[in-house]
Structure formats: C-alpha cells, structure tokens
C-alpha cells in the first residue's frame, strides 16, 4: 500500500525549509520548526506504512473522523 | 477633520464589517458543521469574541499594514492612494464573495495598498522587508495550523483511543468545540480588526491628524472591533458552505483540532505583527484533520480552488488598486 502522505508531508517539509533564509532573523525558527515537523511527520508515516506491510490484517486505529 | 479623510475612515470600517461577515465562515464553519451550535448562535459566538479581542492583543499588525507595506518616509500614502487601495481590497472581497471563495481580506488590502502607492509612485515604494514577511506567511500560515491540527489530533487519539464511552466523549469534545471557537474567533478578531486600525492609523498621519510615531488611538481600536463584531453577523452562507462540509467531514474532535491549531497560529502571527489570512490557517487545519485518516479523506478539488483564489488574490487586488488610484488621480 502506498500512503501519498509522505510526498505531501515530504513536500512540505522541503518548501518549509525552503523558506528558511527569507524569514526574517526575529522569526526564523518558524520555517525551520514548521520544516521538522513536516519531517517528523514523513518518517512516522513510513513507519506506519512499514508497520502495516508486516501486519497485512491491521487496519489501524480509530481517527477524529470515526 | 477633511471630508476625504472622514470618507477613508468610513470606508475601513465598512471593510471590516464586510470583513466580518467574508469570514465568519471561518470561525463558525466546523462549530456548525459539527452541530455544536446552531447557525444562529454559532455567529452570536463568534460577533461577541470577534469583538472581545480587544482586550488580548495589542496593534502590532495595525502597524506593520500602516508603516510596513509601504515606505511611510516617501510619502506616498496619501488620502487619494488610501482611499484607492481600499477600493481594490473592497472590489476584490466583492467579487470572491459572489464566487462563493474562501480568499484572504488580509492579503487584498496589503495588494490593494501596494498596488495604489505602486500607481502613484513606482514600485521603489514597496517595503521589500514587509512585503517579504506577509508573503512568507501566506505559504506557512496554513501549513502550521495543517501540521498543528494534525498533531493534536494524535496527540487526543493517542490519549483516549483506549476509552470505550465514545458518545460520552463526544459530548465533552463538544464542549471543548465552544472554547476552542471562542479562542479562534478572538484570533480572527485580534488579527482581521487590525488591518482596519492600521489603514485608519495610516490616513490619520497622511491627513496630519497624528504624528508618523503614533500608536493607534483607543476608539480607533474600538470602532474597529465593533464593526467586524457587527459584520459577522451578517453572515457569509455560501462560504461556511464551502469551509465546514465540501473540504472534508468533521466531527466534533475534528472541529477541536482544527480550531485550537488554527487559534494557536493566529495567537502567534497577532503578536508577531504578521498579518496573516484566517481563511488560509482554518483551511490548512481543516486539511490537517483530513489528513490523519488519508489524503483521499480531503477534497482535493475544492481545496484546489481555494489555493488558486489565494494566488490571485494579491495581484487581483493590485490590479484593482492600480486602475482605482489612475481614476482618483484623473478626477482630482
């Protein structure tokens, strides 16, 4: 299963940063935490989708829209 | 007080109060989606909030849209270029509301100002600094609430997926849907009724009324919250629409999430000085609650024309500002 979370959290990940030397000095941590998160993001989503290719029956827990 | 700065302060007013009601929609949008509140109560919430935020924030956005868009030493914000970067931020809000899009009032009058002070004098005018911090935001605005919204929804899934009473559970996420609506209307309050201080701030120093140093006087900033607390009200129907059903389905633990995230940023971005749109932090939350289940959970289409509306809308209003401040230059 392909989980197309991680292109957009990856994506995201990459333009936050890519943000980084516009931001003003004041608010630069901004991008650069917005960027991590992103990335943090990205690998707990690979995790997952490792997780479930080792457990195929495992349909995962319940969601805010559940 | 001159006719043409009285017409100026006016006109802000009636922005914010068309403000009011362009973006309603977003502070009441989940709360009525989830049926936490009734339409009819869901936008009392909101007007009274909207309007209390007075009391949480200071005028630093007031003073980043007066002081920071355009250059305040080359004088070019006159009352005639005011006036026109009002009336493209005023046109361009008029012509998204008929489309039924969700776009930013924060970006049209930072576009419309640019655009009216580029007309008169050139782009040299532009503070580059400024228009570089607004810009920023305006792509991380909505992906802070989208990744803060995600990362309180697994932050309460992960603290009581173990819970089995779910209605019971539901009913005090409902609960905390009202504090989390309150929250995110006062950051639209705080954040939206600045941009109108800050117009009203700029055509006061241009008339000679206040020094270039002045802070906002207090019944700017009041009158500025009572007529975004009025306008909501007023409603924007069409785009709770949009903003609470066609972008993805929520419940109320979904609403929570989105609408604290989307506060938080706002609490930030208000004390930070940046004027940021509200309509793009509550989309990127909204999208964040949609994305803890799938990306297919969120839809794309209309998320899509959401993000083509937020592209135009600085140039649009640039445009608009453009030809109106040609206009108040060949009738003067």
């Known amino acids: 299963m392909n989980d197309r979370r991680i292109w957009f959290f990856l994506v995201a990940a990459v333009a936050s940063g890519a943000l980084t030397p516009l931001a003003p000095d004041q608010i630069r941590w901004v991008p650069v935490a917005t960027s991590v998160a992103y990335a943090v993001l990205t690998i707990l989503v690979a995790l997952d989708m490792a997780s479930r290719r080792g457990h195929p029956g495992h349909g995962g827990g319940p969601t805010p829209e559940e | 007080m001159e006719l043409g700065v009285i017409v100026v302060i006016v006109m802000a007013l009636a922005f914010d109060y068309t403000n009011g009601f362009h973006d309603a929609a977003n502070s009441i949008a989940t709360v009525v989606a989830t049926q936490v509140l009734s339409p009819r109560r869901a936008v009392a919430w909101a007007a009274f909030f909207n309007f209390a935020a007075f009391l949480v924030f200071g005028t630093e956005v007031a003073t980043t849209i007066a002081k920071d868009v355009v250059d305040p030493s080359r004088n070019v914000l006159t009352v005639g270029v005011i006036f026109a970067g009002l009336v493209g931020a005023i046109g361009w809000n008029l012509v998204t509301f008929y489309l039924g899009l969700p776009t930013s009032s924060s970006h049209a009058l930072v576009g419309g100002m640019a655009g009216a002070a580029v007309a008169r004098a050139g782009f040299g005018v532009v503070q580059e600094e400024g228009l570089r911090k607004i810009g920023l935001f305006i792509v991380l605005s909505p992906l802070v609430g989208l990744a803060l919204a995600l990362y309180i929804s697994l932050i309460i899934l992960w603290s009581f997926h173990r819970v089995r009473r779910v209605e019971r559970l539901n009913r005090t996420f409902r609960r905390g849907q009202l504090l989390s609506a ?151």
């Open chain 2, 182 to 332: 309150a929250a995110f209307s006062l950051g639209h309050g705080g954040n939206d009724a600045q941009k109108t201080m800050g117009i009203i701030l700029a055509v006061l120093i241009a008339g000679g009324h206040l020094d270039p140093s002045a802070d906002v006087p207090l019944w700017v900033v009041l009158s500025a919250h009572t007529a975004i607390g009025l306008g909501t009200p007023s409603g924007g129907w069409r785009i709770v629409k949009t903003m609470g059903s066609r972008i993805t389905r929520l419940k109320p633990v979904g609403g929570l999430a989105a609408e604290s995230a989307a506060a938080a940023t706002l609490f930030f971005t208000a004390s930070a000085g940046i004027p940021v749109s509200t309509t793009h932090t509550i989309t990127g939350a909204i999208v964040g609650v949609g994305a803890t289940r799938r990306l297919s959970a969120v839809r794309w289409g209309v998320a899509r024309r959401v993000v083509l509306a937020w592209v135009l809308t600085i140039p649009g209003a640039f445009a608009i500002a453009w030809l109106a401040e040609h206009v108040v230059r060949f009738g003067a």
